[in-house]
């Protein structure tokens, strides 16, 4: 019989950093009984929590402040792109990420800094690519041939000269617990080194238009080790060397993508940011001293890490099942189409009952989606206190890849989205009604 435990451990950051429990047993976040938002703004319910965001970014700031002086930190908007979050990241000295035409009009629209916007995607559209020149967005992340041959198309039509980065596929495939090194990646993405002459033939004969600023690469995601990216910035930086010896082009910009894992269970034991811009810079300096290089500005762009913690989701119970001798299913009204994570590649994720944080009886049940899927299990097996209809579930690590990857499955509206911060709340995406289901169609 344990009562939950919601202090982060020193790196874990499972929960948002202004999480309690009131005097009648409620949770609390940034000072809101979260019963008290419920009433106000409905269920199921994403609650951002702004100064873990402004903390998260802070701890990649001040830490690469520390040991690297020319750096630049991107917020990947596809873990949670909306103008709100835009504003704040850029009023933070962010920069972005952004994989879509649709994310890079809204940061239009969010009056981003266009400068500090890195435009990538392995199959972006003319038009989107256009959308970033006209914009004059700060860098276009090339990824193939394709998008080469585009890119010196429309740099020449609108008599630009475009700064680019190449997206190199290092060889590195990281897993949560493992990782590769291959000379050959199955992936998507990027150009296979063995192709970096054929590039640099192609862009060093149109350089009029195209201007080469550096290399990309993006590992993974939820990476808990700190060797792939001391290893890909190896790689990359041997690419960098080889241009300058063959090409006589001296690299400035290497962008080391984004990846870093947090906690979304106390058995995950994610990096100390610290520690990792620590071992990284090293590697770059001292890759540099040996290779004779000018050190380059150091790119990344973190999704998972600034934002998830910072977000939680807020859903009330409906419908309880106990199958005999089996599972107790408690079905909340969200599931599969605001979190695909766990449907999608069988995500685990912490919950508390947030109108009984102070019950000590415990019981085992699986929190189960409203969707028409059997595969819409949000947590299968946790310890919870006894629960019954119209109790709060609250799901904590939501705020990346949640909203963003969420979907209308069965035609239920999106969730409201509410920013809290110092004693205010305010709706950042409103909840959608029947007549937006409908909006598009005849
Ligand atoms: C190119 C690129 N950069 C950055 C990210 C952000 O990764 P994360 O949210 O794991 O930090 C991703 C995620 O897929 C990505 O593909």
Redesign the pocket.
Known sequence: MTVIELKNNKFQKLYPINLGVNEIGHLTISGFDTAELVKKYGTPLYVIDEATFGYNADEYLNSLKKYYSNFLV?Y?A??FACKKIFRLANEIGLGL?V?SGGELYTAIKSDFNLKNIYF?GNNKSQEEIQLAVKNNVGRI?CDNFYELELLQKIAKNENKVLEILI?LTPGIECHTHEYIKTGHLDSK?GFDLEYLDEVLNLITKDSKNLLLKGF?S?I????FEIEPFSDSVEILLDQFQYVKEKYKIELAELNI?????ISYTKEDDPIPIDEWAKVTTNTIKQKCKKLDLNLPKLIC??????I?PSGITIYKVGSIKQVPNGRKFVSVDGGMADNPRPITYQAKYTAVVANKMNSKELENVTIAGRYCETGDILIKDIELPKIIHGDLITVFGTG??NYSMSSNYNLVSRPACILVNNGKSEIIIERETYDDLILKQK
């Open positions: 991107l990947a596809k873990a990420d994989v990538h992340v997206r993405f990309h993006h993974g995601s939820q990476i993508g984004g990846g870093i894992g762009e973190p999704g998972r890490s600034l998830a990346a890849y």
